[in-house]
């Protein structure tokens, strides 16, 4: 895939994560009741798997951004952006350790 169009899926996925985040989809959680299944973060968890970690959390500071120009408030959306930054860290890091391990047991 050329950069170019990478970029752009990166831009759709970012759009459409503040799309969403706009309609408010939110399904309740089925055993705690106050927590709420979000479907917003799904595009930038989808960028990432697509073209990679790097534009994985830029779609999510697009997202970071629409939220925070949106609400007027930083707080509430970046606690969203970290969350979802480290869960990308999180996958980007267990995908590293686990081709690594992948590896030395086929060499051993």
């Known amino acids: 895939m050329k950069r170019t169009q990478k970029l752009s899926l990166t831009a759709v996925m970012g759009a459409t ?4 985040s706009l309609m408010k989809i939110e399904i309740p959680f089925p055993i705690l009741y106050y927590l709420k299944i ?3 973060e799904i ?3 989808l960028t990432y798997f697509l073209v990679g970690a790097k534009l994985g959390i830029l779609c999510g500071s697009f997202h970071f951004i629409g939220l925070a120009l949106r609400s007027g408030d930083i707080l509430g959306p970046l606690m969203k952006y970290l969350a979802e930054i480290s869960n990308i860290l999180g ?6 350790i686990s081709k690594k391990r992948v590896i030395e047991i086929g060499a051993g």
Request: charged fraction near 10%; glycine fraction near 6%.
């Open 17 to 20: 994560a503040i799309i969403t």
């Open 43 to 45: 595009p930038a968890y």
């Open 91 to 96: 996958m980007f890091i267990g995908a590293r």
């Open 38 to 40: 979000d479907f917003a």
